[in-house]
């Protein structure tokens, strides 16, 4: 478990992390998310001990990880897979990181052919793909075989194949018991993967709730509709007071009704309809709509495009 109270990191006059309160609890996987520059990665290094807070506190499993005889036994953790001499080989990282731990030899071994770097455990790091690194700092944090797993952005430069087995990965540890604390920007992953959510924007804490309930409390699920009469039908169905919004030519998106009621409507007045269909709201937009406001670096349009 991992308990953040009153946490806080100020640099200079620009305050990161801003009195934050969340509990990372065991047996499910916690996905933490926020726009850019809104403090999960000061957050995460504060746990590990590479920030030192400015006020407050965080734990894990009751402890400060600076006060963990053998650390990776406890905590394993993956922020940086670049974090690695490039002329030394993935057998060597992983030998070194086990003896300073105390770990068995065996467990290199082990640990290689979980992640399938085992044929290419003699070479060199520097010759690795961003996904072969990635695999690589994955090992690192499973070596001590810890309680607790904390990933920045683990899917990063994996393949689809890397991407499912992450995935997988993930849940199987929170299966067994263990606490899994995940950052990523990827919403489509997050929502296959995360069974509970902590959402920071500009330090402070917005969001501490599981994935479905924070779907249905940030968006709402409406009805697309698509039909060649779409320009005559859309007024139709404003006027009984339902918000309609144009996507394309054919396509409206339509709030506040049902698609039993657009379907009457649609009969009654003779409009023919290819398609009707209840569309439920994605994880993305939900952190869309509860982030807008929190987002510190906004990009622009190319006047004329490209």
């Not at 946490?7 to 726009?35: E, H, M």
């Amino acid at each position: 478990m991992i308990e953040a109270r009153g946490l806080s990191k100020r640099f200079g006059p620009k305050t990161a992390v801003d009195r934050v309160d969340f509990t990372v609890a065991t047996g499910r996987v916690t996905g933490f998310l926020g726009p850019n520059g809104a403090g999960k990665s000061t957050t995460m290094r504060m746990i590990l001990g590479l920030d030192r807070p400015t006020e407050g506190d965080v734990t894990v499993n009751g402890k400060h990880y600076r006060d963990l005889g053998a650390p990776l036994r406890e905590v394993g953790a993956l922020l940086d897979a670049k974090a690695i001499h490039p002329g030394r080989s993935a057998y060597n990282h992983l030998y070194c990181l086990a003896k300073s731990n105390g770990i068995a030899r065996r467990r290199v071994d082990e640990v290689l052919g979980l992640v399938g770097l085992s044929e290419v455990a003699r070479k060199p790091s520097k010759g690795f793909s961003l996904g072969m690194g990635q695999r690589l700092g994955i090992a690192g944090a499973l070596l001590g075989d810890p309680p607790v797993l904390m990933f920045d952005e683990p899917v990063n430069g994996l393949d689809p194949e890397g991407i499912l087995w992450i995935r997988n990965l993930m849940r199987q540890l929170a299966r067994e018991g263990r606490t899994v604390f995940v950052s990523s920007h990827l919403m489509s992953e997050m929502a296959l993967t995360a069974d509970h959510l902590v959402v920071i924007g500009r330090g402070r804490i917005i969001a501490d709730t599981g994935v479905r309930e924070f779907i249905d409390a940030n968006a709402t699920s409406h009805v697309l509709v698509r039909s060649p009469q779409a320009a005559e039908f859309g007024p139709l169905m404003a006027r009984r007071g339902w918000q309609v919004q144009p996507l394309d030519d054919d396509s409206l998106r339509v709030d506040g009704a049902k698609s039993s009621e657009i379907g009457e409507l649609a009969a009654d007045h003779g409009v023919r309809l290819h398609e009707l269909a209840n569309v439920q709201p994605s994880l993305e937009e939900a952190f869309m709509r509860l982030t807008g406001d929190a987002v510190e670096y906004h990009a622009g349009t190319i006047a004329g495009g490209l």
